[in-house]
């Protein structure tokens, strides 16, 4: 599979980085730089902050201490960051098509053609099936089609691989790779283990 190449060169770094979900610190002390092309694992048991550290790097929490920086981020460019959590944003009486058709003209195109976005997802055959009718693991490949449809060089995926099987999986470690092929970043909080080539993935531990 090929994604959009050619990202601008765009490097996280967190220093001394402390996220609170409410008055209580859950994660703090963070040091840690993502570069183009690598991917960062957050690892730790329920509870340890790493939903939090995701919603803190996407700009919705504020930290509580420390900073981090997008490092050759355009401020006035283009949005560069995909959230993937587990609100799944899907019209149920909206196709398959339709909604990537809808995502593509909120968020801009530049990525996939919407039925190539389908297809690299397994949902294909369905592109004109109502997403109401969807099982969990296919409205969640249908989410994952939108991050493919506009390109945006910097993934903030939750438990990515929740309500996947394990062919799932594996889909979503070829696309997080060919994200990073294309010169994109990708931070993840996931249980699983990811396929991915060890060369270019960190892990960070949470709550230990």
Known sequence: ???????????????????RRGERVLVEGLDFAVEPGRALLLKGPNGAGKTT??????GAI???AGAYAFEGADPDGPPFLH??????????????????????????SGGLDPHAALD???LGPLARLDAGYLSA???????????????????????????????????????????LDAGGIAVAATHLPLPIGAARVAELRLGS
Not at 53 to 58: E, G, P, R, S, V
Not at 83 to 108: T, Y
Request: aromatic share 6%; net charge positive.
């Open 1 to 19: 599979m090929t994604l959009r190449q050619g990202f601008p060169p765009l490097t996280l770094t967190a220093t001394g980085l402390a996220c």
């Open 53 to 58: 550290l995701l919603m803190t790097l996407y």
């Open 83 to 108: 959230l993937f959590g587990h609100q799944s944003a899907v019209k149920p009486r909206l196709s398959l098509i339709e909604n990537l058709s809808f995502w593509l003209s909120v968020n801009g």
């Open 62 to 64: 504020r930290p509580a």
């Open 137 to 179: 693991g296919q409205t969640r490949r249908l989410s994952l089609a939108r991050l493919l449809v506009t390109p945006r060089p910097v993934w903030l995926l939750d438990e990515p691989t929740a309500a996947l099987d394990t062919q799932g999986e594996a889909m979503v470690a070829r696309l997080i790779e060919a994200h």
């Open 120 to 122: 690299a997802v397994g």
